[in-house]
């Protein structure tokens, strides 16, 4: 089984340059794409992050079947016209694996230029169960999916506050309303129905409108299926008011963008996320040296790690960058990850643990202790 072991060396610069002369001779292109700019770039900057340190890692230890990797950044902004252009672009530069996209309403998109172009797809973070479910043999993700999270979700709704008035507000996106409508399913399956189902738009500055239609409907707890910078906002805004309800999200709010959004506010903001990789053992040299940069692997730092080391394993032991060959292997094999012990199901998806619930306090993130 391939192993990843060595220390960091630069590997590239934003605009997807090699830098110096020994990668200059980088035989294998792979990538990585999200929002490097725009209002989603904190998680832009976890994928670059993630995907610079297993590319230096694994170019240290020997590369990948004795060749160098190359790694280009490409930016989509979370847009899925955009997507496509990076796509397309990915295809002329003869990229052989992308590692992304962030967004769902990105990834799907993008998804057809790969398949249609025989490159391998593994996105750290799309959610959207179509990402899999009606994507090519060539897609895989590392992390969950939203009928997942939102029975997670519904669950709880269901379990803390189905004798109150709980609202569901989603952001229009791919993701954000695939996680509410899965999130409803679910509460609505447990007998519950909620008081208000609302759309926004993302990118508002004042969400003061939905926020007051909340406080007169006596809104005691609210979804939002969307990202942190509209969720922060609205948590915000509502204690502005002087109302407080409480807010429960899932995992686009794994940022530490969140709370400098909301500051005090965000106290006690629920979350869901997969298990968080900063805690396994597998990854405790990997963060001590993201650490040693002053820069903390939260979010999606690891799972775009994660990604290429599975990829880079898959093709160590297929022998093989042939996407086809490459596929077979992701499927038949386990990968030893910053992630843990992973393998991938017919469909695409990773067999790993689910999606727990986390608790905003104090500035960060850590497993929630109780459910209120």
């Given at each position: 089984?391939f192993?990843?072991?060595?220390s960091l060396v630069?590997v590239?610069?934003?605009s997807?340059?090699?830098l110096?002369?020994?990668m200059?001779?980088?035989?294998i292109k792979?990538?990585t794409?999200?929002?490097?700019?725009?209002?989603?770039?904190?998680?832009?900057e976890q994928?670059?992050?993630?995907?610079?340190?297993a590319v230096a890692d694994?170019?240290a230890a020997?590369?990948?079947?004795?060749k160098?990797?190359?790694?280009?950044?490409?930016d989509?902004?979370?847009?899925?016209?955009?997507a496509v252009?990076?796509?397309n672009?990915?295809?002329?530069?003869?990229?052989?694996?992308m590692?992304g996209?962030?967004?769902?309403g990105?990834?799907?998109?993008?998804s057809?230029?790969?398949?249609e172009?025989?490159?391998l797809?593994i996105?750290p973070?799309?959610?959207n169960?179509?990402?899999?479910?009606?994507?090519?043999?060539?897609?895989?993700r590392?992390?969950?999916?939203?009928?997942?999270q939102g029975?997670v979700?519904g669950n709880?709704?269901?379990?803390?506050f189905?004798?109150k008035?709980?609202?569901?507000?989603?952001?229009?996106?791919?993701?954000?309303?695939?996680?509410a409508?899965e999130t409803?399913?679910?509460?609505n399956s447990?007998?519950v129905?909620?008081?208000?189902?609302?759309?926004y738009t993302?990118?508002?500055?004042d969400?003061?409108?939905?926020i007051?239609?909340?406080?007169?409907?006596?809104i005691?707890?609210f979804y939002v299926g969307g990202?942190?910078?509209?969720a922060?906002?609205?948590?915000r805004?509502a204690?502005?008011q002087?109302?407080?309800?409480?807010?429960?999200?899932?995992?686009a709010?794994?940022?530490?963008?969140?709370?400098k959004?909301?500051?005090a506010?965000?106290?006690?903001?629920?979350?869901?996320?997969?298990?968080?990789p900063?805690?396994n053992?597998e990854?405790?040299?990997?963060?001590?040296?993201f650490?040693?940069?002053?820069?903390?692997?939260?979010?999606?730092?690891?799972?775009?790690y994660?990604a290429?080391?599975?990829?880079?394993q898959?093709?160590?032991?297929?022998?093989?960058?042939?996407?086809?060959?490459?596929?077979?292997?992701?499927?038949?094999?386990?990968f030893?990850t910053v992630?843990?012990?992973?393998?991938?199901?017919?469909?695409?998806?990773v067999?790993a643990?689910?999606y727990v619930?986390?608790?905003?306090?104090k500035?960060?993130?850590?497993?929630?202790?109780?459910m209120?």
């Amino acid at each position: 089984m391939f192993s990843i072991r060595g220390s960091l060396v630069a590997v590239l610069a934003a605009s997807g340059l090699a830098l110096g002369a020994g990668m200059a001779q980088a035989q294998i292109k792979i990538a990585t794409a999200g929002p490097m700019t725009g209002q989603y770039a904190s998680f832009g900057e976890q994928m670059r992050r993630g995907a610079e340190m297993a590319v230096a890692d694994i170019n240290a230890a020997g590369g990948v079947l004795g060749k160098k990797l190359e790694l280009t950044i490409g930016d989509d902004a979370c847009d899925p016209k955009q997507a496509v252009a990076v796509a397309n672009k990915m295809v002329s530069d003869g990229v052989v694996f992308m590692a992304g996209h962030f967004c769902s309403g990105s990834s799907i998109p993008a998804s057809k230029v790969y398949e249609e172009e025989g490159i391998l797809q593994i996105s750290p973070a799309s959610t959207n169960p179509k990402l899999t479910d009606e994507g090519g043999d060539n897609v895989f993700r590392v992390c969950g999916r939203d009928d997942q999270q939102g029975i997670v979700g519904g669950n709880m709704l269901a379990d803390v506050f189905g004798k109150k008035k709980i609202a569901i507000l989603h952001d229009k996106t791919a993701y954000g309303k695939g996680l509410a409508d899965e999130t409803k399913k679910q509460l609505n399956s447990r007998g519950v129905t909620e008081a208000m189902y609302e759309a926004y738009t993302a990118g508002e500055k004042d969400y003061t409108a939905v926020i007051s239609k909340m406080k007169a409907a006596g809104i005691d707890a609210f979804y939002v299926g969307g990202y942190h910078t509209e969720a922060g906002l609205m948590i915000r805004q509502a204690h502005e008011q002087g109302y407080k309800p409480q807010l429960i999200s899932g995992d686009a709010l794994v940022t530490d963008e969140f709370w400098k959004i909301t500051g005090a506010s965000g106290e006690g903001t629920l979350m869901t996320f997969s298990p968080d990789p900063r805690k396994n053992k597998e990854a405790s040299a990997v963060v001590k040296k993201f650490k040693a940069q002053n820069y903390e692997p939260e979010g999606y730092t690891l799972y775009t790690y994660g990604a290429i080391q599975a990829w880079a394993q898959a093709v160590q032991a297929a022998g093989s960058t042939d996407t086809n060959a490459v596929i077979k292997s992701l499927r038949s094999n386990k990968f030893d990850t910053v992630l843990g012990n992973i393998g991938f199901d017919g469909t695409g998806d990773v067999t790993a643990p689910g999606y727990v619930w986390y608790e905003w306090s104090k500035g960060t993130y850590d497993y929630a202790k109780k459910m209120m």
